[in-house]
Antibody, heavy 117, light 110 residues
Framework: QVQLRESGPQVVKSWETLALTCSVSGGAINSYSWNWIRQSAGKGLEWIGRIYSNGNTNYNASLESRVTMSIDTSRRQFSLKLTSVTAADTAMYFC???????????WGQGALVTVSS | QSVLTQPPSVSAAPGQKVTISCSGSTSNIGKNSVSWFQQLPGTAPKVLTYADNKRPSAIPDRFSASKSGTSATLDITGLQTGDEADYYCATWDNSLSALVFGGGTKLTVL
């Protein structure tokens, strides 16, 4: 059973960089794609991007210019950086793992990040 | 505007059956497997089905999913008040190279 937990600052100032880390327990790191998904209050789910254990990434085109994902397989962690944040980036951020062969998803509990002016 | 189209809301009485649809295209549902998630208020989404119609062991068989062409459906039978939640479909889109979601469907159990 894969378990994920997000960590990082709950408040980020406008135009600064949002940085979150997801710690993974259980499962083989190279058997999953590791994703970040966010949800603004009262809105739907928005995929931010994914990273594989070899470092390959795909990003949402609407965020690509501001997003960087990285992974540290030895520490079983992957990270999200989102630059130049605005109030529109205030959201619950979820890290997830999706089985490459199975397609099964695992979700973290989420981390609420508020962008303050 | 979401890439996958879901009805904003559905409702039914306890004990009844409800179907939630998810419409896509040949670049997403037509070529890739679909997952369905349930999100209870204030909680993280929970996977109900994956790989079109597989169900995690902890999910009761009241929840079932299917896919045909570029559309997918989630059926919930024997509705319970605890099923009131938002439901999302998701799949990979080959044209966008992105994981795409439906806009979500709010289920009300009357």
């Amino acid at each position: 059973q894969v378990q994920l937990r997000e960590s990082g600052p709950q408040v980020v100032k406008s135009w600064e960089t949002l940085a979150l880390t997801c710690s993974v327990s259980g499962g083989a790191i190279n058997s999953y794609s590791w994703n970040w998904i966010r949800q603004s209050a009262g809105k739907g789910l928005e995929w931010i991007g994914r990273i594989y254990s070899n470092g390959n990434t795909n990003y949402n085109a609407s965020l690509e210019s501001r997003v960087t994902m990285s992974i540290d397989t030895s520490r079983r962690q992957f990270s999200l950086k989102l630059t130049s944040v605005t109030a529109a980036d205030t959201a619950m951020y979820f890290c997830t793992g999706r089985g490459i062969l199975t397609g099964m998803h695992y979700w973290g509990q989420g981390a609420l990040v508020t962008v303050s002016s | 505007q979401s890439v996958l189209t879901q009805p904003p809301s559905v409702s039914a009485a306890p004990g009844q059956k409800v179907t939630i649809s998810c419409s896509g295209s040949t670049s997403n549902i037509g070529k890739n497997s679909v997952s369905w998630f349930q999100q209870l208020p204030g909680t993280a989404p929970k996977v109900l089905t994956y790989a079109d119609n597989k169900r995690p062991s902890a999910i009761p068989d009241r929840f079932s999913a299917s896919k045909s062409g570029t559309s997918a459906t989630l059926d919930i039978t024997g509705l319970q008040t605890g099923d009131e939640a938002d439901y999302y479909c998701a799949t990979w889109d080959n044209s966008l190279s992105a994981l795409v979601f439906g806009g979500g469907t709010k289920l009300t159990v009357l």
